[in-house]
C-alpha cells in the first residue's frame, strides 16, 4: 500500500513539474506589458493572409502553405529566409505556379533578409508581412 501511495504521489508530482513547464514556456512568449503572446504562430499568418488553397499537400506529401491561382507561397519568418527560398522554389516547379514567399518582418533590421532573397532569386515574388501580436497589432 505505502509503495502505491509513493508511486501515486510520484506521478502527481511529475504533473505538477510537467505543467509548470509548460506555464514557463507561455510566460516566455508574454508580452508582460500587457500579458499578451508576442507574435503568433507562421499558420496564423497563413489563415490571415492566404487567399488560396491552403496547406495544399503535394503528391510527395510536402504542403504549400498557401496555392493561389498565381502563386506557390511559402510563409516564413525573416530569419528563415534561405529556407523559405527552397521550399518556394520547390513547390513552383511541382505546381506550375510562381514562386512567392510570404516574409513576415518584426523590425527594421529583417530588410536585410528580403535583400538576400532578391540576391538570389529576382523571379520569386516577395510579400512583407508585418509581425503581429494576438491583438493585431503590429510588432
Known sequence: ?????????????SILVMFSVTDIENISKTSYANSIPVKMHEKDYVNQYCEGIKEY????????????EEYAI????AKKWAESIGQSLYYAKKTG?????????SKPEDEKYIQRIKDVDKDITIFEIP??????ENI
Not at 500500500?1 to 508530482?13: D, G, H, N, S
Not at 505556379?97 to 518582418?105: F, L, R, S, W
Not at 509581425?131 to 493585431?136: L, S, T
Request: proline share 5%; net charge positive.
Open 1 to 13: 500500500m505505502i509503495k502505491l501511495i509513493k508511486f501515486i504521489f510520484f506521478i502527481a508530482v
Open 57 to 68: 499537400m503535394l503528391p510527395d506529401k510536402t504542403r504549400v502553405d498557401c496555392l493561389t
Open 97 to 105: 505556379k510562381k514562386p512567392a514567399v510570404a516574409i513576415i518582418t
Open 131 to 136: 509581425a503581429i501580436n494576438y491583438n493585431n
Open 74 to 77: 511559402e510563409f516564413d519568418y
